[in-house]
C-alpha cells in the first residue's frame, strides 16, 4: 500500500515536471513573437522577455491532476475522490486565466503601474480580487474542505456552511493576491512557493494528508521546473498567472487537506508583505535602485513597503541575494510551523 501509495504521487508530479518543462520552453518563443512581454528592469539595461510563464505551471499542475485522475478511473483504485481533484483543477484554470489577463495587457509605451513606469499595465486593483473571486467557484460548488478548523489557543470550532460560502471565497481572493505582492526578482516567486510547498509536502507525508502530499509534490515538480528557466538570468518572467496559480493551490492545500492553521504560519512573510504594501496603498514597487557594482538599493530610503526593501537596506545586495534570503526567511516559518505542529500548538 506504501509503494502504491507513493507511486500514484510520485508519477504525476513527474509528468507536471515534464510538462512544464515543454510548456516553458514553448511559451518562451510563442509568447515572445506574439508580443506578450514583460520588462525585467533589473539588469544593466532592461530586458523585454515572454510573460506570464505561469501558465506553464498551471498547465503541468492541471496534467499531473489528471494523469492521477486517469490512473484512479483505469489502472488503480483512486484513494481520493476524483470530482474534487477536476474542482481543484477547474479552480487553477480559471485563476490562471485572470492572472493572464492581467498579463496581457502590454503598452506599446511605459505607463505608470504600481509605483513606476512599465509596458505592462494590467488589471486595476479592484479588478483583481473581483475577478480571482472566480477562482473559489469550483470549490464552494464541491462544499470543499472541512468546515471544522482548529485555531491555536481556542481549539475546533464548527464553521458549517461558513466555510464554503464565506471562508474558501475570501482565501480565494486573498492569498493569490497576496502571493502577487510579492516578486520583482528573478527566481523570487518560484523559489519561495518551492520552499512553502515542500513545507506543505512533509506535514502531508508525516500527518497521513494524502491529497495534500499530492497537490504539493505536484505543485513542487511544476516550480522547480519553472526555476530552471526563471532563476537569474531569467529567460520568461512568471507574471500574474504564475502568482495566482500559487496561490490557488496553497488554498486548495489547506482547504482540502485541512491543514488551515498549518498554511497561515507558514504563508506569514506574504502576510507581512500584504500589510507593508497596504501602508502605502499598494502603489509600490518591490525593485530597488541598481548600483553600478550591480547592487541595490531601496528605492523609498528607509521608508520600508516590501520584505524586499528590508533586504535592501540590511546589507548591499545583488539579484540572487535577495532572493536567496526572502527563501531563507520562508525556510524558517516552514521549520517553525513544523515545530509547533510537532509539539501539539496546531
Do not use: C
Amino acid at each position: 500500500m506504501v509503494y502504491h501509495t507513493f507511486q500514484t504521487i510520485i508519477i504525476p508530479a513527474l509528468v507536471s515536471f515534464i510538462i512544464t518543462v515543454v510548456g516553458t520552453k514553448f511559451l518562451i518563443e510563442y509568447f515572445y513573437s506574439a508580443g506578450i512581454v514583460a520588462e525585467d528592469k533589473n539588469k544593466e539595461k532592461p530586458l523585454i522577455l515572454p510573460g506570464s510563464g505561469g501558465l506553464a505551471v498551471a498547465f503541468g499542475i492541471v496534467v499531473g491532476i489528471l494523469v492521477y485522475a486517469f490512473g484512479g478511473s483505469f489502472i488503480y483504485t483512486p484513494v481520493l475522490s476524483i470530482s474534487n481533484l477536476l474542482a481543484v483543477a477547474l479552480s487553477i484554470i480559471l485563476i490562471a486565466f485572470v492572472g493572464f489577463l492581467d498579463d496581457l495587457n502590454v503598452k506599446s509605451k511605459r505607463v505608470k503601474s504600481t509605483g513606476i513606469m512599465d509596458i505592462r499595465q494590467g488589471l486595476k486593483q479592484w479588478q483583481k480580487p473581483l475577478l480571482t473571486l472566480i477562482g473559489a467557484l469550483p470549490l464552494v460548488a464541491i462544499n470543499a474542505g472541512v468546515s471544522i478548523v482548529n485555531i491555536p489557543f481556542i481549539g475546533h470550532v464548527q464553521l458549517g456552511i461558513l466555510y464554503p460560502l464565506l471562508v474558501l471565497p475570501l482565501a480565494i481572493i486573498f492569498v493569490p493576491n497576496a502571493v502577487n505582492l510579492l516578486g520583482g526578482f528573478n527566481g523570487l516567486e518560484a523559489t519561495t512557493s518551492i520552499v512553502a510547498s515542500f513545507g506543505f509536502l512533509i506535514y502531508s507525508i508525516f500527518y497521513g494528508n494524502y491529497i495534500g502530499a499530492l497537490l504539493s509534490t505536484i505543485l513542487f515538480a511544476s516550480l522547480l521546473a519553472f526555476l530552471f528557466f526563471n532563476s537569474y538570468r531569467a529567460k520568461i518572467l512568471p507574471g500574474d498567472s504564475l502568482t495566482y496559480v500559487i496561490g490557488a493551490t496553497f488554498v486548495a492545500i489547506m482547504a482540502m487537506g485541512n491543514a488551515e492553521t498549518f498554511g497561515v504560519i507558514i504563508f506569514i512573510p506574504w502576510i507581512i508583505e500584504f500589510f507593508l504594501h497596504a501602508r502605502r496603498k499598494f502603489n509600490v514597487s518591490d525593485l530597488g535602485i541598481r548600483q553600478r557594482d550591480g547592487t541595490f538599493k531601496a528605492p523609498y530610503g528607509k521608508q520600508v513597503y516590501s520584505l524586499t526593501h528590508i533586504v535592501m537596506n540590511a546589507k548591499k545586495v545583488r539579484e540572487p541575494d535577495v532572493t536567496l534570503y526572502l527563501s531563507i526567511f520562508e525556510a524558517i516559518f516552514v521549520v517553525l510551523a513544523l515545530v509547533l505542529k510537532l509539539y501539539g500548538f496546531l
